[in-house]
Structures are given as C-alpha cells and as structure tokens.
C-alpha cells in the first residue's frame, strides 16, 4: 500500500470536481484528484459533449435527406445520401477525447496530481483508491466529494442487452429500426429526436400527461408539435410495464388499455440518481436531503472539512451549476469569502427546437404572490428565425408589474440555446424590462425577440 497526503482531495473529476481541482491548485494548495473512469466526467465523456455531437449529426444528416427528398425549399439537391454511424461515432469520440485531453492538461498546469482508480472513503480525512497498482491510500485535509450521478433503472426494464442507457444509446454502430424511449425529460427527447433524424422509427413514451414535464404544455408544446411533424409518436399518460426481447415488444398501459408496441431498442431515461453507492460513505454518517449530500452555501456538509458539489448535492443536475459549484468550494477551502447567491441557473434542452429557462416561469412568480405580467414574442416576427426556416417558438418574459423586474425568461425556438447567457446575465444583473428594451441588440439576430418580448411587456412593441 502506498501513502500520499495533500491539503485537497477531490474524488470524481467531472465538471464540479475538475473545476475544484484546477481552482486549488491554482490557488497553491496541494490537490489530488481521483477519477475511476476518465477526466471530464459524465458531461465530457458520455453526457453533453457527444450528445449534442450526435444532435449536431443527425440534424445535418436530415437536412441532406430532406432535400434529396425534393423537400428543400432552398433549391438544393442532392442524391446517393446516407449515413455510416460508426464513423459518427468515431468522429463524436475525437472531440471527447479532445475536450478530455484538454481537462487532464488544465489539471497538470494547476499542479493537481491525478490518481487513476475507485475510490473509498475511510474517514473524513481519509481516502482508499483501488489503482491497478494497488491500494493507495490518501489523507487530506480537506475532502471534496463529486461522484455525480447515474442513470435510474426502471425494475422491469433493467440495462443490458437491447435495453439501453443514455451512454449506451450514444454509441450504437448502426441506426435501430424502432427505438422507443421511456421517458419524455430533455435526455429521452434529445436522444430520441436525433435517432428520429437518423431514420429510425421513434415512440417516446411518458408517465406523465405532457413532455418535458418540469415545464409548462405553452412551452413544451412547439417541440411536440415538431416531434409529430418529424413523425415520432408520443405517448403521455403512458406507463411502460416490461419488454419481451424476444419479440422486440415493448408493453405498456395507458389507463386501463394494455398495448404493444415494436421496439429493437429501447432507451430508458428516467431520471438520474447521485453515484454514492460503494463509496463509504455511510462512514461519515453526514446529513442527507434525501438521496441527495445537504450542503451548505459553500458547499459544505454536515462534516467540517468535507465538501460535496454537483450532482451529488441535488438538482438542476447539470454541468454549469456543478463548475459554479467546484469554484465556491475551492474559494472556501483556501479560507476566501462568498458562497452560493446566485439568482439564476439557466437550464437548456437540445431539443427540436431548443428549449431554454432561467429564472422562475409564470405560475412560479404567481405563487410567490407578487403581480406578475408575462410577455410573448413569436419568432415568426423575427427575420433572422425566417431566414433560417425555423419561425415556430417564442420569447417570453416574466416580470414583476409594479417595478417591472425581470424575474424569468424562457424561449423555445431553433438556436435559442445561445440565449441562455443574455437570460442569466439579466437575472445576475436584476434588470427591468427597460434595461433589456434599452439595450441595442444587434439586426438581424435571434436576441433581437428578447428586446421586443421585453417592449411588449412595456406596452411599446414595435414589431408585432
Ligand atoms: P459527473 O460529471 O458525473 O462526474 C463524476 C465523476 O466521478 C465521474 O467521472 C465518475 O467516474 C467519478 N467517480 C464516481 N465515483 C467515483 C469513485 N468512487 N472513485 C473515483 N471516481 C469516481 N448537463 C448540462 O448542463 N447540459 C447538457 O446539455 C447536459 N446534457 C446531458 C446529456 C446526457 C446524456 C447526460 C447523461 C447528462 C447531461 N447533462 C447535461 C448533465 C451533466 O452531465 C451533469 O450534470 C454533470 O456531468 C455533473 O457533473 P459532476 O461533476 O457532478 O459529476
């Protein structure tokens, strides 16, 4: 058995425990990072880099195939289209491996040193990592917990076989003929929709009465609307009992009705759950919030000198709360000041087209029993969104009426991914409706409708 001893430990070198570790590292305390798999965690290597690769993929595949279709109302034409899934795939792993590879040299130029292995925790102050040398054993000063998460396994459809996780679903070699996916969250439907474009024959199938059940049917309905047109079927209210592999069936029960359903594949995303099993951590007896590690603003448990970030700590689990996450760690273990006070974390679904939130939605500004006004403004008055053929979606802004303080922003519509800055700087900076319908934005562009929602809500729109 080796022995090493640092200030920081930092297990799980994903998106909150990487940018812990650089963050320590660049502040001069002595880092250790353990990763079981590879640097960059779920995000880099089987998350949001290759899933929105394959997205990018299957969207540049499809509009190759609708025009070889005669479909382009552009004018162009093409012929001989198809597509060699393993060289997407192959292609998709080239930039993980770039993006990975750039992690581990981040983390070198900090100074951190990286174990390879699984680790255990043996007390708060100390760490077992099983390396394929051994066990090394670690003592620290400081322990900073980010496993992550893994995917849930509904019991009577566990994982193996045709049955398949989001990581599995990311790596097929050869696009399935009938993928159902059980689950309508922005995973299933990402997933789903870039298969749909690759040609296989979609059902997504969910529990609860609309997809993307977190949001409300105003926004979530484009994107149904978009599913159908892309011929995918959809399925609410539907519960999925099990699967007969042997028939590639699928079974499921809407209401009293049992029925079946062809599937070759069946993709399963239901939810995630923090990765804590094995981990030993019912050594520290720390507090839970459920499933999920209680934290404090600073990330700190209910043990001192033991902090948790990510997805272990709760939701939205998503990368960009977990990087936030690993910088405030970092800054309170070198003993600097603040803590966690932000006022929004943007959530973006990749979906077709792109779902993007920050801040509260209409019924929960309403709940907070303020006066609240609600602005909309559709794409298919924005040139740039008619330029790109895509004008179904809108831009909405929820605001306070008396002081008109910008308390949400939501948009659904092709590109709108790359609004979610705009939507969290204007919560960050508390901005009214005039700070937005003030500010330039630049013609023509798809934030122009965030100023016009924004003119809307004053009572002063100009193009609509
Ligand atoms: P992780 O990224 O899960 O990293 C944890 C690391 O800890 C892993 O590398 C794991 O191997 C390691 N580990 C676990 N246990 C041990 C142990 N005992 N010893 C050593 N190492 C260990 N989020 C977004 O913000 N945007 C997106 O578009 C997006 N798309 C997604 C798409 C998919 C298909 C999936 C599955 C997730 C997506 N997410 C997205 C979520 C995002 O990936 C996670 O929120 C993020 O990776 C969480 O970061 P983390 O650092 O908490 O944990």
Redesign the pocket.
């Known amino acids: 058995m080796t022995d090493l001893s640092c200030n920081v430990l930092v ?7 990487y940018v812990a570790a650089i963050r320590t590292g660049q502040l001069g305390l002595e880092t250790i990072i ?5 640097h ?4 880099l ?4 880099i ?3 690769a394959l997205i990018h993929a299957a969207q540049e595949f499809f509009a190759v195939r609708e025009a070889s279709g005669g479909h382009s109302k552009l004018g162009i034409r093409t012929s001989d289209v198809g597509i060699d899934l393993a060289k997407t795939v192959a292609w998709k792993d080239g930039i993980v491996r770039q993006l990975t590879g750039g992690v581990s040299g981040l983390l070198k130029k900090a100074g951190v040193r990286s174990v390879q ?4 925790i043996v007390d708060g102050k100390t760490v077992a ?1 099983e390396t394929a040398d051994g066990v090394v054993r670690i003592s620290c000063r400081n322990l900073v917990i ?4 893994r ?1 849930v396994e509904v019991p009577s459809l566990p994982f193996g076989g045709n049955i398949l996780s ?2 599995e679903a ?1 790596s097929l070699a050869v696009v399935p003929e009938t993928l159902a996916v059980v689950g309508g969250g ?2 299933g439907l ?2 789903g929709t870039a298969y749909a474009k690759l040609g296989a024959k979609v059902s997504i199938f969910e529990a609860k009465p609309h997809i993307l059940p977190q949001y409300d049917e105003e926004l979530s309905r484009p994107v149904a609307a978009r599913l159908k047109a892309l011929g995918v079927a959809v399925h609410v209210n539907a519960l999925v009992e099990g699967y007969y592999s042997d028939q590639s069936m699928l079974r499921v029960r809407t209401g009293s009705e049992v029925t079946e359903s062809a599937a070759e594949k069946v993709l399963v995303t239901v939810g ?1 759950q923090p ?1 804590l099993e ?2 030993g951590l019912y050594q520290l007896g720390l507090d839970m919030e459920g499933r999920f590690i209680r934290i404090d603003t600073r990330g700190q448990t209910s043990m001192r000198g033991v902090y948790a ?4 700590t709760g939701e939205p ?6 990087m936030a996450q690993g910088e405030i760690v970092a800054d309170a273990i070198a003993g600097h000041g603040g803590g966690w006070d932000k006022r929004a974390i943007p959530a ?1 679904c ?1 979906t077709d087209p792109e779902l993007v939130v920050a801040g509260l939605l209409p019924d929960q500004a309403r709940d907070t029993g303020r006066d609240v006004g609600v602005a909309t403004y559709p794409l298919r008055a924005n040139g740039r969104a008619l330029t790109l053929e895509r004008p179904d979606g809108f831009v909405r802004i929820v605001f306070d009426k008396p002081s008109g303080l910008v308390l949400g922003l939501q948009a659904v519509g092709a590109g709108c991914s790359e609004l979610a800055g705009e939507f969290a700087l204007a919560l960050e900076m508390c901005a009214t409706l005039t700070d937005i319908a003030a500010t330039i934005h630049a013609h023509p562009t798809l934030a122009e409708t965030v100023q016009e929602a924004a003119l809307m809500g004053l009572g002063k729109a100009l193009h609509a």
Not at 40 to 43: A, L, N, P, Q, Y
Not at 317 to 322: E, G, Q, S, Y
């Open positions: 297990i799980g070198a994903g998106p909150g425990g353990v990763e079981q798999a590879a960059g965690g779920t995000c290597n089987i998350g949001c290759p899933s929105k292995g699984r680790a255990r990592v980010a496993t992550g998460s995917p989001s990581t990311l922005y995973i990402e997933i995630r990765a094995g981990l970030i990510g997805d272990v689990m998503l990368a960009h709360r977990a973006v990749f």
